[in-house]
C-alpha cells in the first residue's frame, strides 16, 4: 500500500486564486511528520511547510497553509493567492516512526500550473 | 540563509565507473540524508547517516553504494560500478537536532550512466 497517496496528477489555477493540493497518507505511528515540498522545473527541492501529528493547530507558512485532518489521515496543501512562479510539482512527504529524525517517504507528486 | 551544497551539478559517466557526489551540509546540521529521483517519478529515500554512521538504508541502497563524512563539512556518496538504472537526479539534505525537524535538500546532481 502507498504511505502517500496525492491522486491528482496535475492541477490549473488561475493567477490571484486559491488552489488546495490533496495528499492522504497511511500509517499506524502516533509520531509521525508531514512536509510539503515544492520542486520547480530548474530540480531543486524546497521546504515549504511542516505538521507534527500532535500538533493542535494547522501549520501556515506566509501563503501556505496546511488543512491536516487527522482522522481522515489528510494532508492538504491550500495555496492562496496563487503567483506565476508557484508552477512547479508539489510532493507530500511523511515522516514516520519513533525517531524525529528518520527517512521521508514521498508521494508522486503534483503538478500545479498557474495561469495568467 | 545556509544552505546544502552540491557538487557537481552534473556528472556524466561511462557503466562501470565509480562516481563520487559530493555535499556540503548545512554547518550545525548533524543527520545527513541521501535521496534520489529518476527522471519523473517521486523521491527516494537511500540512506540517512548519524554520528558517522549509517542510521538507515533502503534497498536501493546496497553494495555498490557507500557514504562518508570524510571531514568535519563534506558528506560523500559513492557509487562504486555504475548501471545504466542508476541514472537520476541525487538529493543530499541535511536536518538540525529538535524542532523544526525539516529535512533542507541540497540543489540536487544529475547523474547520467551511459
Redesign the interface.
Known amino acids: 500500500a502507498q504511505k502517500i497517496t496525492q491522486t491528482q496528477p496535475g492541477m490549473f489555477v488561475q493567477e490571484k486564486e486559491a488552489v488546495t493540493l490533496d495528499c492522504t497518507y497511511d500509517t499506524s505511528d502516533q509520531s509521525y511528520g508531514l512536509f510539503w515540498y515544492k520542486q520547480p522545473s530548474s530540480g531543486e527541492m524546497i521546504f515549504l511547510i511542516y505538521q507534527g501529528s500532535y500538533d493542535e493547530q494547522n501549520a501556515t507558512e506566509g501563503r501556505y497553509s496546511l488543512n491536516f485532518q487527522k482522522a481522515r489521515k489528510s494532508a492538504n496543501l491550500v495555496i492562496s493567492a496563487s503567483q506565476l512562479g508557484d508552477s512547479a510539482m508539489y510532493f507530500c512527504a511523511m515522516r514516520e516512526g519513533g525517531t524525529s529524525y528518520g527517512k521521508l517517504t514521498f508521494g508522486q507528486g503534483t503538478i500545479l500550473t498557474v495561469h495568467p | 540563509e545556509p544552505e546544502v551544497t552540491q557538487t557537481p551539478s552534473h556528472q556524466v559517466t561511462q557503466m562501470g565507473q565509480e562516481v563520487i557526489l559530493r555535499c556540503v551540509p548545512i554547518s550545525n546540521h548533524l543527520?545527513f540524508?541521501w535521496?534520489r529521483q529518476i527522471l519523473g517519478?517521486?523521491?527516494?529515500?537511500l540512506v540517512?547517516f548519524?554520528n558517522n554512521e549509517i542510521?538507515?538504508k533502503?534497498e536501493i541502497f546496497d553494495d555498490q553504494f557507500s557514504v562518508e563524512r570524510p571531514d568535519g563539512s563534506n558528506f560523500t556518496l559513492k557509487i562504486r560500478s555504475t548501471k545504466l538504472e542508476d541514472s537520476a537526479?541525487y538529493?543530499c539534505?541535511s536536518?538540525g537536532q529538535g524542532?523544526?525537524?525539516?529535512?533542507?535538500?541540497?540543489?540536487?546532481t544529475?547523474l547520467l550512466v551511459l
Open positions: 543527520y540524508y535521496y517519478q517521486k523521491v527516494e529515500f540517512s548519524y542510521s538507515e533502503s537526479m538529493f539534505a536536518r524542532r523544526p525537524e525539516t529535512q533542507y535538500f541540497g540543489p540536487g544529475r
